[in-house]
């Protein structure tokens, strides 16, 4: 088990902010791309945001881009992702994934990650 899942999720009201985690073990999130994805009932697994295993490249959906920010802790080998200003259309089961070694391809797709935890509800209410 590479990961412990992502934790963090609850319900809560929009505009209100949310700190998602996910606790990696047996690799070093210093040495891999990391992301979140998240997916609604009906629809397919959404590509939310990616940090570079150098830690100096961030990507994000626009659908979140300028609320959301991915982070990681080098010292606790946790990756976060810290949500704010919350919307009813952020409702979804998030999920972290850990991608391939030192990675320089692409970052936006499910296949490019071969580590995912159990997912953790984000329920925003209007």
């Not at 009906?42 to 100096?56: K, M, N, P, Q, Y």
């Not at 692409?106 to 995912?116: A, G, I, L, M, R």
Request: some cysteine.
């Amino acid at each position: 088990q590479v990961q412990r899942g992502a934790t963090g999720g609850g319900l809560v009201q929009a505009g209100a902010s949310l700190k998602l985690s996910c606790a990696v073990s047996g690799r070093t999130v210093s040495l891999y791309n990391l992301a979140w994805f998240r997916q609604a009932p009906g629809v397919e697994r959404e590509f939310i945001a990616a940090l570079r295993w150098s830690g100096e490249i961030t990507y994000y959906a626009d659908s979140v881009k300028g609320r959301f920010t991915i982070s990681r802790d080098n010292a606790k080998n946790t990756v976060y992702l810290q949500m704010n200003s919350l919307k009813a259309e952020d409702t979804a089961v998030y999920y972290c994934a850990i991608g391939r070694y030192k990675s320089s391809g692409t970052y936006s797709y499910p296949d490019d990650y071969d580590s995912w935890g159990q997912g953790t509800q984000v329920t925003v209410s209007s």
